[in-house]
Each structure stands twice: as C-alpha cells, then as structure tokens.
C-alpha cells in the first residue's frame, strides 16, 4: 500500500522502487508484490523488467484482469499493438465490467485506426468520464468535431478531479497541446492518481517534440 501512495501521490519513485523490492523479498511469489514493482518500472519507463514482472504475476494467478490490463500496457510501449489488444480483450473476457477496461481497448483500436471499432467500444464504457473521454477522441478520428467538443465539455462538467490527465490525452489526441498541458498542470495538483504512467500513454507521447513535455516530466521527477 505504501509503494501505491508514493506512486500515485508523492512521486517519491525511488522510495517507491525500495519498498517493492522490500515487499517483493517478502512475498516473491505473490502476484500483488509483483505486479507492485511492475507498476514501478512502468512509471520509471523500464519495460522490459515489468514486463518480465508482470508475466511472473500472471503466472501465479492468470485470471487477474488487472494484470491482462497492465502486460497490455506493456506490449503497447514496446510496440506491439495487435499483441496488446489481445491482452485487453483477455482482461475483459475476464472481467466485462472492469473499470475503464472498454476505454483502454477503445483506444487501442483507436491507434490501429480502426476507427468505426474503436466508437463501438468506446459506446459499452460505463464509467462516465471515461466514456466521454474517449467519445471525443474517437469523434475526433472521425472528423465529427461537433461531437468531440460536446463529449470533451461532458467530461469537464464531471469535475475533472481525478481525470484531469484524460482530458489531457483526449486534447493531445486533437493536436491541441496548450490545452493538453494545462490540463496535464492540473491534473499535478489534483495529485491525479494516473500520471505516474505518463511515459507509457501513447497519447502523451505525441507531446514529446514539445520541449514543455521534458519539464513537465522534470516537475513530476521521472526520467526522460
């Protein structure tokens, strides 16, 4: 529990990565320790080691959906999509209701350009920040740019807190990067629990030719 506060609201990555291994000493087979560390190397951008982590984890226990969810995030980064999207599609076999789980696939269909696929998905989400997050980027692939304001303004009128690094993807995803790093500001204080894995969204990473990407991954600690 320690390592997921210093991960998703103290940005101490170090303290973070020392108490994993300290749990992981204790408990080398557990897939909650594993899958701990994992998280670790997917904030820190080492993805070779939490994927390794991760299939560990699955090994244990492979009906975690969780796990399918994070081994796809994994696969993603390292570029293979198709493998990626039967990881997901693995997690919601699972667990249909996971939370979030169409949005992730949704997007991932989104990055194949598989478009039509990706709002089908997208449709069956039902969180309902996150359905509209991912609604106005994929109405946005669909040069339905009505449709992807009204979404986006239905995701702002949520509050925001908690999500604000949503929004940021879905205006990344738009080509509106000031848009994108005002919100990537405020979601740093709203302490959004999801930022630690900003190295691993794709989304995100369209930002990267812009130098206030670098500075803003210096605010938050991590390494280039």
Known sequence: MLTWIQLQYGRNWAAAERNAKEALDLKPRHPWTLNTLAEVCLALGRWDEGTRLTRAALAVDPFDAQLYLQLGEFQLVAGDIKVAEASNRRMLQ????????????????????????ALTEIQQEQTDWARYAGLAMVYHALRRRAESDASLTEVVKGGAEGYGSEIATAYAYRGEADQAFAWLERASRDRDTGLYAIKSDPFLSMLKGDPRYVAFLHKMNLPE
Do not use: S, T
């Open 94 to 117: 699972i667990n249909p209701n996971f939370g979030e789980g169409h949005l992730d696939l949704g997007r991932i269909l989104l990055l194949q350009k598989n478009f039509e696929a």
